[in-house]
């Protein structure tokens, strides 16, 4: 009795191998596609200004028809943090696209104090603040000037990509 279901037991253990491998073979042909996939260039960034590229790439793959659990894998993060990127991105890009009195006080006051305008709360006094102006002030010296941080920065860059300018290298 025992000889007659030690040959089922190996047949049956044989079989559950054979399948094993064949599906370790599939798992990994997809993984061996996702690095492949991984290696293709993400989008390249647009014109439109965004602190960070990564909202950008993000919107772009939406735009291109991508779901947000595609998104998340290429870029890797969850999808709903892929869902959260886009939805900023998009923000970001329709703010770049608001006329120069969007920017914030801190960022008018720097650019007011760095261009020896004075106190920017007079509408005479903040149309002095004109990109064609700001475009003439370099990174380094902006960066540099009292009270502009990384975010006063990116706001001020993003202002004048807006208007097709930016800060001198």
């Not at 370099?138 to 006063?152: A, I, P, Q």
Request: a positive charge; proline letters at 6%; one cysteine or more.
């Amino acid at each position: 009795m025992a000889n007659q279901t030690e040959p089922l037991t190996l047949e049956w253990t044989k079989a559950r191998l054979e399948q094993d491998i064949a599906q370790a073979h599939e798992r990994y042909d997809r993984r061996l596609q996702r690095l492949e996939d991984m290696k293709r260039p993400l989008p390249e960034p647009s014109d439109f200004p965004c602190p960070n590229p990564r909202y950008e790439q993000a919107v772009i793959m939406r735009e291109q028809g991508n779901t947000f659990a595609q998104i998340g894998e290429r870029l890797g993060v969850t999808a709903g943090r892929a869902g959260q990127m886009v939805k900023k991105g998009i923000r970001l890009r329709e703010k770049a696209k608001e006329p120069s009195g969007k920017l914030s006080a801190r960022a008018r006051n720097i650019l007011a104090n760095f261009l020896g305008i004075g106190w920017p709360h007079k509408d005479s006094r903040l149309a002095e603040i004109t990109p064609e102006r700001v475009s003439d002030i370099s990174y380094f010296e902006l960066k540099d000037s009292s009270n502009c941080g990384k975010h006063s920065l990116n706001e001020i860059r993003m202002w004048l990509r807006g208007h097709g300018l930016d800060l001198k290298k």
